[in-house]
């Protein structure tokens, strides 16, 4: 079946605009995990959704990063302001619940923040 | 606080070496997840293996296999007869067992096979 897609593969952007990146799950998972890779940080986690719980945004690096799932499915990361320590490749995961079992990984948006 | 070591940033070997990728772990849960994903130059993470903390025994998968040792709080990944398609970047990670379950990772080992 279908993995987990990303939308737009590569976004280029000027410092202090807004972003938008789409993350489409694999059909009936729960879990939707958001991460970011970066040179300097590695991977770290920023944001989890759980059905219709409460997300958990404790990896979120500042206010100006938000997300949002819409019907249990699609989920959507904002940018605001953006600054050029936001570059890098997010990465969105879902998993077919929410307990340890194995995320898997869309092919992530690069962005470049100018 | 959960941490993840992977000592080794590069490895180079020749094509049909063993190599093994360390990983070392640090959690004060009693009950915990390991895995370990494959970054390959196209950049998507690849699912190869997970672990609860109560399952001790080794596994094997065709050429690769892992050694999950508590008392050292490892959990090692050997690729026996390396080819050049193993040439990627392999990330060890770690799961708590409540909460969101988030994957902690290591900075990754960058194995490169040679021909």
């Known amino acids: 079946g279908a993995g987990v897609s990303q939308s737009p593969s590569n976004k280029v952007t000027e410092k202090g605009k807004d972003v938008e990146l789409r993350c489409d799950p694999i059909?009936?998972?729960?879990?939707l995990y958001w991460y970011r890779q970066s040179l300097g940080q590695g991977l770290e986690f920023l944001i989890y959704f759980q059905g219709n719980s409460a997300p958990d945004k404790s990896g979120l690096p500042s206010d100006r990063f938000s997300a949002e799932r819409t019907g249990g499915s699609v989920s959507t990361l904002t940018i605001q302001r953006t600054q050029q320590e936001d570059s890098a490749v997010y990465l969105c995961?879902?998993?077919?619940?929410?307990?340890?079992?194995?995320?898997?990984f869309g092919p992530g948006t690069r962005l470049t923040v100018t | 606080a959960q941490k993840v070591t992977q000592a080794q940033t590069e490895i180079s070997v020749v094509e049909k070496e063993d190599v093994t990728l360390d990983c070392v772990y640090e959690t004060r849960d009693t009950t915990y997840y390991l895995f370990w994903y494959k970054q390959p130059p196209s950049g998507e993470l690849v699912f190869l293996i997970r672990?609860?903390?109560?399952?001790?025994q080794n596994e094997i998968s065709g050429r690769y296999s892992w050694n999950f040792q508590k008392s050292t709080s490892s959990f090692n990944f050997t690729i026996t007869a390396s080819q050049v398609v193993d040439s990627a970047v392999y990330f060890c990670?770690?799961?708590?067992?409540?909460?969101?379950?988030?994957?902690?990772f290591g900075q990754g080992t960058r194995l490169t096979i040679n021909p």
């Open positions: 672990r609860n903390s109560f399952d001790e």
């Open positions: 995961a879902s998993s077919s619940a929410g307990g340890p079992y194995e995320q898997y």
């Open positions: 059909s009936g998972h729960t879990a």
């Open positions: 990670a770690l799961s708590e067992n409540q909460g969101a379950q988030k994957l902690v």
